[in-house]
Nanobody, 120 residues
Framework: QVQLVESGGGLVQPGGSLRLSCTASGSFHSVHDMGWYRQAPGKQRELVASITSSGSTNYADFVKGRFTISRDNAKNTMYLQMNSLKPEDTAVYYC??????????????WGQGTQVTVSS
């Protein structure tokens, strides 16, 4: 079984910062691409940023220059540093990872989500 656990969400004022973390645990051989997605009420889930196992990154245009994705492969953990937050960044943020399980091989997995609210 594989589990992704996010943390770091919360309430922040416009212009503030938050740092999200996502840790993979369980029985797997390796973790490949990882990414952060978000879903606001009434909207579809959208990609925020992604990172490969070698550290190559990709960002949605609406977060470029404000958010930074990173990972620590030794800890099977991914981070999202969010700066200059705007009210429109309010959403549930989900962690996604592509892993190789010992029993079933490649699998995609989602975390349970963490709420980020940007409001004064």
């Amino acid at each position: 079984q594989v589990q992704l656990v996010e943390s770091g969400g919360g309430l922040v004022q416009p212009g503030g910062s938050l740092r999200l973390s996502c840790t993979a645990s369980g029985s797997f051989h390796s973790v490949h691409d990882m990414g952060w997605y978000r879903q606001a009420p009434g909207k579809q889930r959208e990609l925020v940023a992604s990172i490969t196992s070698s550290g190559s990154t990709n960002y949605a245009d609406f977060v470029k220059g404000r958010f930074t994705i990173s990972r620590d492969n030794a800890k099977n953990t991914m981070y999202l540093q969010m700066n200059s937050l705007k009210p429109e960044d309010t959403a549930v943020y989900y962690c996604n990872a592509h892993l190789v399980r010992w029993d079933t091989g490649p699998v995609g997995s989602w975390g349970q989500g963490t709420q980020v609210t940007v409001s004064s």
